[in-house]
Structures are given as structure tokens and as C-alpha cells.
């Protein structure tokens, strides 16, 4: 038996979106099953799996000084629940992750990061409509998105392995 994958005209079938839309609200969260697996990794290995790739995309504007601004500051990106989480600081001109909280936590599903990390979506739309909600030190947490949604960058999974 040979199987042919789909085409572009069942992928982009209303029905199967409403169908996948309606799936992804009934199945269970997976954040429980990430945040037990995010509990038993040490930061030394979140350091080593996220550092790199995140400077890498943001290299351009590291060497420009755009993100100076936040030399010494910690941003917290949590999925809802609390868990999983890694908290991003900025030091000696490198985004590190680091332990512990941050001064402004940016809290969302797992969805909302997904279309804010590929653009697909205006980050004020994720905010307004609160699927992307800031705590704590609201100013950072503000500049951070402003500083993200100012840059001209492209989330290319590939080319963050590299």
C-alpha cells in the first residue's frame, strides 16, 4: 500500500482547521508532561540546549546595542500554570538562562509562544486579547515585547541547531 501525503488544497481545507482548532481545546494540556520533564533538567543543560541558539538569532541586534538597554535584567517566559519555564537574562553582551525568577514574568500557552516566536500574529493582539499576559515588573516586560516586535528576525528551526 502507498501512502501520498496531502495537498496543499486538504491542508488548507476550513473544515480540517475547525477540526484541528476543536482537537487541540479537547485534549489535555501538555504542560504537566513538560513540566516534569523541565524539573528533572539542570540549568547547565538549559544553558547549553538554549543559549547558543538564542544568540544566534538575536546576533544582529546584540552587536547593534539594542538589547543594552537591558545589561543586568531577568525576563521569566512561562507556559500557564507556572510550569515549565526559563528565566532569560542579559549579561556582558550575551542572553544567558539563568535560575530562579525574573523581575517580569510574560505567562501564555504553549500556542501563544508558537505564534509569537513565528510572527504570526501582531504581539499586541496576543497581549490584548490575554493570551500573553506580563507580571511583575511590567515596564521590562513591556520593553522586552517592543524590543522583539522592533527587530527584524525570523524563526528558522534549522538554522538554530546550526
Request: net charge negative; hydrophobic share 45%; charged share 25%.
Amino acid at each position: 500500500m502507498v501512502f501520498s501525503l496531502p495537498t496543499t488544497a486538504i491542508l488548507n481545507n476550513p473544515l480540517l482547521a475547525q477540526s484541528l482548532a476543536v482537537a487541540r481545546q479537547c485534549l489535555p494540556s501538555p504542560a504537566p508532561l513538560l513540566e516534569a520533564i523541565n524539573r528533572q533538567i539542570p540549568v547547565p543543560f538549559k544553558q547549553l540546549i538554549a543559549e547558543a541558539p538564542l544568540n544566534r538569532l538575536f546576533a544582529e541586534a546584540i552587536a547593534d546595542g539594542e538589547f543594552d538597554d537591558f545589561e543586568g535584567r531577568r525576563v521569566r517566559l512561562e507556559i500557564n500554570g507556572g510550569q515549565p519555564g526559563i528565566t532569560i537574562g542579559f549579561w556582558t553582551k550575551r542572553l544567558r538562562v539563568v535560575d530562579g525568577p525574573g523581575e517580569a514574568t510574560i505567562r501564555g500557552s504553549l500556542m501563544a509562544f508558537k505564534i509569537l516566536a513565528e510572527r504570526q500574529q501582531d504581539p499586541d493582539q496576543l497581549f490584548f486579547q490575554r493570551r500573553l499576559v506580563i507580571e511583575g515588573d511590567t515596564e521590562l516586560g513591556l520593553g522586552i515585547k517592543n524590543l522583539l516586535d522592533s527587530l527584524e528576525w525570523d524563526l528558522h528551526w534549522r538554522r538554530l541547531l546550526i
